[in-house]
């Protein structure tokens, strides 16, 4: 019995659980986005917080880190009790295929579980949808929840992607979006808040390719039951 979680989010710099092994790579046709609302962590019912989840389109790569639990059923019903309690907003586990950045064609691991949300504002209360750039950057600067504000979660993922290698331009843009709102708000951005991409506007890149982007390293200026279904390539 072993557990294997994908994280894309926050799970990638604070996996917040016992695991026995980590790896970076990435999943196919899956594309991050800052869709869904956290109202009970870095934001509110009244101001809700702009999160990670994912959208499925075709010829995406969504690169992230993939945990590994093992030892005992106890354990990793451990794990999987604390993920549906921190991801009670997501509404959905799929199992996907997890692919290595050294064999981008074979699957490395197969059935492995990913927390998604339905993109559906009905059946969804947790759905935003996508915005405005302007309206996504306004409210990640100002969203603050028990846990923090919704700005370190963005710093915090620019920085993750940065470490792992895998920078999404996306998280890119949107981070320095919103470093320009706290500098025009007077609010300022700390020093280790300044922590990843290019100070230069670019648009948002298509996330739709059919290869494994080149990494672009900038310098540094931030329940379902589950039922095990996977195997592991060599």
Known sequence: MVLWVF??????????????????????????????????HRGTPENPARTCTLEQIEGAVCWGAAYCVRGSPEKERAAMEYLER?????DQKNLVDFYKEA?????????????????????????????????????????????????DYLFLLEKAMYDIGHEDDMVIELANEV????????????????????????????QTQTYIPSTQLLPLPKLLQ????FSINN
């Open 7 to 40: 994280g894309y989010g926050s799970l990638v710099w604070n996996p917040g659980f016992e695991y026995d092994d980590k790896i970076i790579g990435f999943i196919k046709d899956y594309k991050r986005v800052f869709d869904l609302a956290c109202i009970d």
């Open 86 to 90: 921190r991801e009670c907003e997501y």
């Open 103 to 151: 064999d981008p064609l074979q699957p490395a691991l197969t059935g492995i579980i990913v927390f998604t949300s339905t993109p559906d504002k009905v059946s969804n209360k947790y759905y935003l949808g996508p915005a405005p750039l302007e309206e996504m950057t306004m409210q990640i600067a100002t969203a603050v929840g028990p846990c923090g504000n919704n700005r």
């Open 179 to 206: 470093r320009k709102v706290l500098g025009t708000m007077g609010k300022g951005v700390s020093k280790e808040k300044q922590l990843v991409g290019s100070p230069r506007k670019k648009p948002f890149k298509s």
């Open 226 to 229: 589950w039922t095990p279904s």
